[in-house]
């Protein structure tokens, strides 16, 4: 999937491309699911994944600037929040509800910020004319040309596009305006069972180079992998996952993925993301094998949970001063 630096880079050639906005879209309009995909990036298990996941995302950076020793402290106070029958075990269970916390907790103080970053008089609703002006206003400055303009395939005119078609479906009562229930649907199309079908239709916009509605072997793996130079032999784990594609992804044969192929692929039926994820770090922290976790298991594989990337909890703490 697109990653967020890819899209920011992208954004940033876009910006350079044309008159600079004094307004730019303030949520990610090329986000799609990635919560199951993005663990693993360029062959290699993706730790940042599991510190986003652990501590929600984009909203500190307080333990990037932490030494091990301050990391390790304020790993523990959390490791105390999570173990909540104070029995000095972390279950699955635990892990898997703080977890759905930290996750859920990002996106309502996301929503909130934006709320009123685009409904400053406190309305029921926002229109789509009023964020479209607040978001997109700047393009009545541009021409046709500089509107149109690509970077990768991507233009100022089909993020418009692409908002504006997001807009419609979270639009659940068709009055061209937004509760704060539907804003969050939204912002956040891949939390929400009502946008499950822009999800799956944004995905295959972005790996669907040459735009014939489906997704070739060759598009999938670009979406993962770029050779750095032409010719160069594709690594084990390219290959492991052209069969993987042959195998698992393309299941009726014919060598592509459609759109209901697509959706197997990044939306598995019964696939539990925060509980597969809690799995996961147990797996990597529980030294004695008995499927739980005590606080030094944990502070051992500090990096594991938190490392020196670390997004949000410890400026969530430190607000309310239990650091």
């Not at 009055?175 to 499950?196: R, W, Y």
């Amino acid at each position: 999937m697109l990653k967020l630096a890819a899209v920011l880079l992208l954004f940033t050639a876009l910006v350079y491309a044309v008159p600079k906005p004094d307004e730019v879209p303030k949520h990610n309009p090329l986000e799609h699911d990635s919560k199951h995909i993005d663990h693993f990036a360029n062959g290699h298990h993706n730790a940042q994944y599991d510190h986003e996941q652990f501590l929600g995302e984009d909203e500190a950076k307080t333990f990037d600037q932490l030494p091990p020793e301050e990391s390790k402290r304020r790993l523990g106070l959390i490791v105390d929040r999570i173990d909540e029958d104070k029995d000095g075990f972390v279950t699955l269970s635990e892990l898997k509800r703080w977890i759905e916390y930290t996750q859920r907790r990002y996106i309502d103080e996301d929503v909130d910020r934006q709320w009123r970053q685009h409904n400053p008089d406190g309305n029921d609703t926002i229109t789509w004319e009023s964020y479209r002006k607040d978001v997109y206003g700047f393009m009545d400055s541009l021409t046709k040309d500089e509107q149109e303009h690509e970077e990768n395939g991507i233009s100022y005119k089909s993020m418009l596009t692409r908002d504006r078609r997001r807009w419609s479906v979270a639009d659940q009562n068709l009055d061209d305006a937004l509760t704060k229930e539907e804003f969050t649907n939204f912002l956040h199309p891949v939390d929400s069972p009502v946008m499950g079908d822009v999800v799956l239709t944004e995905t295959i916009e972005d790996i669907d180079k040459n735009k014939d509605g489906k997704i070739s072997v060759d598009e999938y793996i670009g979406d993962m992998y770029t050779p750095v130079e032409e010719g160069e032999e594709e690594p084990e784990w390219i290959i492991s996952e052209r069969e993987t594609f042959a195998k698992f992804r393309d299941t009726d044969g014919d060598g592509f993925l459609d759109r209901e192929e697509v959706r197997a692929w990044i939306v598995p039926k019964d696939f539990d993301h925060a509980e597969t994820e809690a799995r996961h770090l147990i797996y990597e922290a529980d030294n004695d094998s008995d499927e739980k976790l005590t606080k030094d298991e944990i502070l051992d594989k500090y990096d594991v949970f938190i490392g020196s990337k670390a997004t949000d909890f410890g400026e969530a703490l430190g607000r309310h001063d239990e650091f």
